[in-house]
DNA sequence: CTCTAATCGAGACGGTACGTCGTGTCTTAGC
DNA sequence: GCTAAGACACGACGTACCGTCTCGATTAGAG
């Protein structure tokens, strides 16, 4: 068959980069992200690099696929009482943005997604149906919490776009914001 | 009194490079949109546009601004159906996107917002309050079809949000994805 | 006694190499000529060039050595006068320069020589005490054309330093200098 | 006439440039002279480099054409007698090779001329008509010790092209040869 | 007839330098 | 004082080669 040969791919390279890539990625953001800085963070060439990804973009889909740009996913609770679990949920999220660099870091993202196409599916396909989000609102259909026909994927990405934009329009992100927003989608007025 | 003097702005070059960067953002995108390509594009020195603008953020912020960039904006109808009309708005936002480059434009606004707060507070500026769409939902209120307290502003928030990630995310934009979305929102199954 | 024992280099490969070096020299020129393209030219890995030489230096010199790399040796005429001789035979030598590539040929063997020891001595060998031209000097010092004492070696090096100095200077070659520079060595006026 | 404008070249960064390439060439010769390194060392973009010479033979070249790289030309006494003063010539020349770095430096010169058609002029204007060793050859006709047809340009190529080719062939350049060499232009055989 | 060790092709590796592009600042001359 | 033009120091780009280092796969003696 084909006629392989020659050295193997350096294992340790591959993660040096990407680590590299995270840690850069997440303390400058994704425009001073450059490859030059990656291969000297990563002590390696800047051929190895290109040799294996083809852009900034990709290289960035790769660490954000090996769970090294975001933190552990948010569980939403499960109280039995849907609305209270959203807004928890929400608030959490909020909390996180709140923190230093982390609306950047969505900004980032976004930024990076607007460039690679990967990275938006990848970001896409870690929020879509096998969520922590999508599960807790699979157990509210089950619950009759929500209407049995309802669009679960869709319901999640109205709830994500919603904190994306906030985050690239620089909206504040306080409780009560939380709360309106859990509204919009469940129906009714906010409790507070 | 003060030593008032000189030549005044040129109000030519002003236009001239606001349009130019109209122009390349539109055909090239955001990170393809250089400020010396703008300054060729528009016969205009480089310095010209550094006195006047601190960024190429703050150049499309501009741009943007002076309804250079985004096409009419759509107007919602108002049959008395507020699920109906929703939904062919939505349908017409994701007709503008699946017209050549039109995902493109939305992305390239994303990756200038991620950049610049400008860019993103103007852009939920033309979306917000004051947009089409929250006028629609202000008669929908007054008309009964939505509950008095409903946050009409996180409502449109998280209808363009829900465009915004599927824009980056490269999720296909149908029209039952539209129908989808307004159930979301308004409650109960999609029709079909 | 001696660990003697594995595979026995590659005539073939060995063959490849110095052909390919000749071939890349001869087109592209001494500076042009990169390890990595002999390799790829000769079919050959980039290890089995380094496993024999140490820098394309001693590359060219072995396929110098080899008579890869020069057209024929100019063989100067005995037609018992030696001023018509050593003319024909320079005039011989500017027409090889004449032709397409060949003052290219003298000015890379001289930038192979500027880097490489080894090249230049082997060029140097080549035209020296065992030459054509030196076995003609050698004749007219029997037949007493030339004085007794004269330093064959030297009176060969001002030839060819002279031909060589015409091909970095890029001075023109004509048949007219030829005769010029036979007077020079020989002594009194050129005939025409 | 023409428009012209901008800002105007910077002598500064001209000269700086020029004594930069010229301390690297003769500290490391013209094979380790880089356009990154030229740039390092006179505090310069390499865009500026670019921007006035095409390759680093030019700016060769040009630092040649400035005096850079070269020391003071050598004088060959006028005593009146030509042979022992061409002798005298020879051997400082040789002096000059001997010194350490002496015969690097008329490689790196043969290596650049080989590489650009300006070196090898500009080394050929320098050694040529113009020089001072035309200049004692030119009295040397004048005084009836050399006769009067003889062709001074190629008389004084000669023994320059003996100079380079025994720097390129690493020939040892001893006083016998100062004499040898003498005495195949000047006819007869070695005094010693 | 196996074992062993040097060679082969291939090709990834950490590097250096290339020549280009864009940045934001500056210096001209012209209006 | 603004403008078009354009040079400047700088930083990053993506590419080409360098010389070194694995990798299987051959391929000869030595046992």
Redesign the pocket.
Known sequence: MT????????E???V?ILQATARIFGSRGYD??????V?AE???????I???WH??GELVADALLEGLLLPEPLLPPDTGDLRADLTTWLRDVFGLLQRPGGDDLVRSLAAAAAENADVGRRIRDSLGATSELAARLRTGVEAGQLPPGVAIEDFGDVLVGAVVLRALARTETDEAAAERLVSVVLGGAPQR
């Open positions: 006629g392989r040969s020659g050295r193997v791919r350096s340790t390279a591959r040096a001073h992200l450059t490859i030059e800085g291969a990563a002590g390696v060439g800047k051929q190895t290109y040799r294996w852009s900034k």
